[in-house]
């Protein structure tokens, strides 16, 4: 599951909604939704955080938290374990 996932159910649950309920909800074919909220596509519509913050009523921290879950959640945990994995050695540089 990833961070936006995660951070989605969280606050669907605090809400006592699913996911599924707020697709409908907020208007989006339940497919592209799921496709968005699983992270198989990093392609939105321009109004859909507008959309689920209206549909939720989230707070400016909850909005905040939910963006920031999109723009740095599947990078920061795909990018942390490539460099723990990532074999360091020293820099070889080469003169010239």
């Not at 606050?11 to 592209?32: C, D, H, M, N, Q």
């Not at 992270?39 to 209206?54: H, L, M, S």
């Not at 879950?69 to 374990?81: V, Y």
């Amino acid at each position: 599951m990833n961070e936006f996932q995660l951070t989605l159910r969280n606050i669907t649950a605090r809400r006592g909604t699913s996911i599924s309920e707020l697709a409908k909800r907020v208007g989006y074919e339940p497919f592209l939704f799921e496709n968005i909220v699983m992270g198989k596509t990093r392609q939105v519509p321009v109004d859909f955080f507008i959309r689920i913050a209206e549909g939720l009523d989230l707070s400016t921290v909850e909005k905040d938290d939910l963006v920031r879950s999109w723009a740095f959640g599947i990078e920061r945990w795909n990018w942390s374990s490539s460099i723990e994995s990532s074999p360091r050695g020293p820099v070889k540089r080469r003169a010239g």
